[in-house]
C-alpha cells in the first residue's frame, strides 16, 4: 500500500480521505499494525486501478480483473 500511495505521490492524509478516515487508522493499516478490512482492499485497488491480488502481495500483475457481468 505504502508503494502504490508514493508512485502516485500521495499523502497518507489524502488517502485516509478517499477512504473517509483518520490518518492515524490508515497509517496503521499502512504498517501492518491492524489488519486491512476488505473494503479497504477492495476500494484502494479501484482508486489505484489495481487488482485486490496486486494489493494483498499475492501477483506481481497490477492489471485489475475485467468487470463482473451482472445479471
Do not use: F
Request: proline share 6%.
Amino acid at each position: 500500500m505504502r508503494d502504490l500511495r508514493e508512485d502516485s505521490d500521495q499523502t497518507q492524509k489524502a488517502i485516509a480521505d478517499v477512504l473517509n478516515m483518520h490518518r492515524s487508522v490508515y497509517r496503521r493499516y499502512e504498517s501492518g499494525q491492524r489488519e486491512t478490512p476488505a473494503w479497504v482492499i477492495v476500494k484502494l485497488a479501484d482508486y489505484y486501478r489495481v487488482s485486490t491480488d496486486y494489493l494483498l502481495g499475492r501477483t506481481d500483475q497490477r492489471t485489475p480483473y475485467p468487470p463482473a457481468r451482472r445479471k
